[in-house]
């Protein structure tokens, strides 16, 4: 066994999940999006959950950034159980150890550059100033130290999504959250979002990258892909 593999054993998964079930009351019957998934996703790692729509993509990514509860099952992201949060810890966790990222960039479009990076910041009750050297050195982490001051409307869309990726980044999450971050991109700027996504999870191996997509090109980019139908795992 490589060095390297003995690493990745040793960690401890930033995700592990055992008999995940999520079920939806629909009218008089019940819709079972997901239906009993185990998973464990180590850091230092950029995964994709591919599958047709429908499948439970959405319903597992909201349960992995806590944005959503299990109707049954366990699962913890970054040692916090999250089955055990109440909806103000659940709130805090999501502003402190989750990076979201979208297909719509989900920028303020009155605000610059920075200032969408350091937002979350704000939120976090500090002041966007104080958070604004970070903001830049994340600005240029991913390409955009020429662009700190531009707006949105400014910016192309493969830099609007480079904006909204640093400002998953600034509170320093263990887990990055996207969600077909690349589907409002031309393909070879979407290459360049998914190297970016690859290179941000292989850096840190306290970090780990979950993409959700549907589209085959963009999971190829990606170190492990999960194929979800009808709310089960095929492989993983
Ligand atoms: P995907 O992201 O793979 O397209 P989803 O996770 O959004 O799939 O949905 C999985 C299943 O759960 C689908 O059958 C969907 O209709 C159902 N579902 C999702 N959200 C709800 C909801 N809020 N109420 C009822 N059914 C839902």
């Known amino acids: 066994m490589s060095p390297n593999i003995v690493r990745h054993v040793d960690r401890p998964p930033i995700v592990s999940a055992r008999g995940l079930v999520r079920e939806y009351a629909f009218g008089d019957t019940t819709v079972r999006a997901l239906d009993g998934v185990d998973l464990d996703l180590p850091g230092g790692r950029f995964v994709s ?60 479009p009155t605000m610059s550059a920075w200032e969408n990076v350091a937002l979350p910041r704000l939120l976090d009750n500090q002041s966007l100033r104080k958070a604004k050297p970070e903001a830049i050195a994340l600005l240029e ?70 993409m959700v997509t549907h589209d085959n090109n963009a999971a190829a980019a990606t170190d492990h892909v999960i194929t979800v139908r009808d709310g089960r795992v095929l492989s993983r």
């Not at 040692?79 to 150890?97: I, K, M, N, P």
């Not at 887990?175 to 970016?196: F, W």
Request: glycine fraction near 10%; charged fraction near 25%; avoid cysteine.
């Open 49 to 108: 959950i591919i599958g047709p729509s429908g499948a439970g993509k959405s319903t597992l990514l909201h349960i992995l950034g806590a944005l959503d509860q299990p109707t049954s099952g366990t699962i913890t992201v970054d040692g916090v159980s999250l089955t055990d949060l109440d909806d103000t810890a659940a709130s805090e966790f999501r502003r402190r150890r989750v990076g979201f990222i979208f297909q719509f960039f989900n920028l303020v």
């Open 141 to 210: 982490r991913v390409g955009l130290g020429d662009r700190v001051d531009h707006r949105p409307s400014e910016l192309s869309g493969g830099q609007m999504q480079r904006v909204a990726i640093a400002r998953s980044l600034i509170m320093d999450p263990a887990i990055l959250l996207a969600d077909e971050p690349t589907g409002n991109l031309d393909s070879r700027t979407g290459q360049d979002v998914l190297q970016l996504l690859g290179d941000l999870a292989h850096d840190r191996p306290d970090r780990l990258v979950v």
